[in-house]
Nanobody, 118 residues
């Protein structure tokens, strides 16, 4: 059974920092591209940051320079370091695992709430 379990969400003041973690089980973690997505109320889910199996990263323009994604294949974990948080970063953040080879399976975590407010 595949599981992606996120931790680290919460309430933070503008300008603050949070670190999200996602622990994967039931998959060969190292062959999956990993990503963090977010969905704010009334908006579509969007990619925040991604990290490929070779370690290459990509970021949404809105978070470049503030967020950093990393992975630890030995521990089957992926992290999102979020700095200089803004109220517009408020959303539910989801971890995603994506295999870009057959059978192209894709998995989601349950999400963790991040609220940026004073």
């Amino acid at each position: 059974q595949v599981q992606l379990v996120e931790h680290g969400g919460g309430l933070v003041q503008p300008g603050g920092s949070l670190r999200l973690s996602c622990a994967a089980s039931g998959i060969n973690f190292s062959i999956y591209a990993m990503g963090w997505y977010r969905q704010a109320p009334g908006k579509q889910r969007e990619l925040v940051a991604g990290i490929n199996i070779d370690g290459r990263t990509n970021y949404a323009d809105s978070v470049k320079g503030r967020f950093s994604i990393s992975r630890n294949n030995a521990k089957n974990t992926v992290h999102l370091e979020m700095n200089s948080l803004k109220p517009e970063d408020t959303a539910v953040y989801y971890c995603n695992a994506d295999r870009r080879l057959p059978p192209f399976d894709n998995y989601w975590g349950q999400g963790t709430q991040v609220t940026v407010s004073s």
